[in-house]
């Protein structure tokens, strides 16, 4: 079936010019919109991103049952609970401050936003650095927090997959409500210097 037939990195590319295309056409290639998710007032990001994980998962448990996808040749990293929390806490930083994650840096840079290639640039100078000075205390501060029962919350708790599925879109459910009433706060009186831009407009 079409793209799972292609291979490996033809099929990741196109999934990926896909996906570019469709955060490009959201609005996601500029700082403006993602810095605004920091302040709750405009929550489209969490809410298009958080959309598509639950998408993710529950299409890739349809495709289990359809037969189309073996979940025993999906890699799952293992589960790094330190490693994660501080890159986790790193990226959000880097996104706050700059205005771009990973993703929408490539996204801006295909846009012509000359900010986002600079970002694009410190991600590579970062992995870079990353690569050279990782040793022994990175490698033990990484493993430390290493779940040992499993790599994904049913593993762990021996539920099934459904369920996670179904506690995942009650959040999202959540989240677009709690998004609805910080965005209509978050609009109130237009201030004299967005009319004036608006007028400029």
């Known amino acids: 079936m079409f793209p799972i037939e292609l291979s490996a990195p033809v099929s990741g590319l196109l999934c990926g010019v896909l996906f570019g295309y469709v955060l490009e056409n959201a609005g996601f290639g500029s700082p403006c919109k993602l810095t605004a998710q920091f302040r709750f ?4 990001v969490l809410k298009v991103m958080f959309t598509a994980i639950v998408v993710a998962a529950a299409g890739l448990l349809l495709l289990q049952r359809m037969g ?27 996104f706050a ?29 970062g992995t870079v ?6 040793g022994p205390a990175l490698e033990s501060l990484m493993a430390a927090g290493e779940l040992e029962s499993g790599d994904s919350i049913s593993d762990i708790w021996g539920f099934s997959p459904w369920f996670a599925v179904l506690a995942m879109l009650l959040m999202l459910v959540l ?11 978050g609009e109130g009186p237009v201030s004299a210097a967005q009319a004036v831009a608006g007028a400029g407009n």
Do not use: H, N, Q
């Open 41 to 44: 007032t405009d929550w489209s």
């Open 68 to 94: 189309w996808v073996d979940m025993a040749s999906v890699f799952v990293p293992a589960s790094l609970l330190v490693a994660a929390s501080v890159g986790g806490v790193l990226v959000g930083v880097g």
């Open 97 to 125: 401050v700059g205005g771009y994650c990973p993703g929408t840096s490539v996204v801006g840079m295909f846009s012509g936003r000359l900010d986002a290639l600079v970002f694009l640039l410190g991600i590579v100078l």
């Open 129 to 134: 650095i990353f690569v050279f000075s990782f």
């Open 175 to 185: 989240i677009f409500k709690l998004a609805g009433r910080f965005e209509r706060r």
